[in-house]
């Protein structure tokens, strides 16, 4: 079985910073890219950001640009995210996700196009 696992959730207060780390568990598999997606109480699934496996390049949605850093180590197959000066918005459980088979058909801020999940992490950012 193919998964993710994420780590590094938790509660911070408004202007903190936290760094969710996620890994491979069970069956390995190739990477064409891997991504963050939240998704708050009463919210759809939102994309945070993503990177591309073969040349490091990375995506972010406007609403984290500056705050978040999302970055990848090749050999070992996991993905980190930096996420600093957070704000009460930013609270939500976030979910990483890896495109194992690099169909790219709807794009790289497109859940669609993952298909491998993790259960998701708990950020909570107090006011």
């Known amino acids: 079985q193919v998964q993710v696992v994420e780590s590094g959730g938790g509660l911070v207060q408004a202007g903190g910073s936290l760094r969710l780390s996620c890994a491979p568990s069970?069956?390995?598999?190739?990477?064409?890219?891997m991504g963050w997606f939240r998704q708050a109480p009463g919210k759809d699934h939102q994309f945070v950001a993503a990177?591309?496996?073969?040349?490091?390049?990375?995506y972010y949605a406007d609403s984290v640009k500056g705050r978040f850093t999302i970055s990848r180590d090749a050999i070992q197959n996991t993905m980190t995210l930096q996420m600093n000066s957070l704000t009460p918005e930013d609270t939500a459980v976030y979910y990483c996700?890896?495109?194992?088979?690099?169909?790219?058909?709807?794009?790289?801020?497109?859940?669609?196009?993952?298909?491998?999940w993790g259960q998701g992490t708990q950020v909570t950012v107090s006011s």
């Open positions: 996700a890896a495109d194992s088979k690099g169909a790219r058909t709807y794009g790289i801020s497109d859940e669609r196009d993952y298909d491998v």
């Open positions: 069970g069956r390995a598999f190739g990477t064409y890219a």
């Open positions: 990177i591309k496996w073969r040349d490091g390049r990375k």
